[in-house]
């Protein structure tokens, strides 16, 4: 989020989405930002879903040697969340 900026209206109606990255000094594109926020409405994820997915999305972006977590990076995360679900549902 541009300047830092954590608060509950600007994640939604929970305070948890994109403040968890930004506690642990994560930095996202915008891109990366608004497909969270977009993916966190859409499919109403948990809390646990939610941090599940941003340390993915992190490690992904980590073996490519990028600084910021990109939407490519939170897609990736997303559809191996779904296949974990899928298998153990």
Not at 35 to 42: A, G, K, M, Q, S
Request: proline share 2%.
């Amino acid at each position: 989020m541009p300047g830092g900026n954590c608060t509950a209206a600007r994640c939604g109606n929970t305070a948890f989405p994109i403040c968890i990255g930004m506690l642990k000094g994560w930095r996202f594109t915008a891109e990366g930002e608004k497909l969270l926020e977009n993916v966190i409405t859409r499919l109403g994820l948990s809390a646990r879903a939610h941090d599940h997915i941003l340390k993915v999305a992190r490690t992904i972006a980590d073996l490519e040697a990028t600084e910021n977590i990109a939407g490519k990076h939170l897609s990736e995360a997303i559809q191996y969340r779904t296949l974990d679900c899928s298998y153990w549902a």
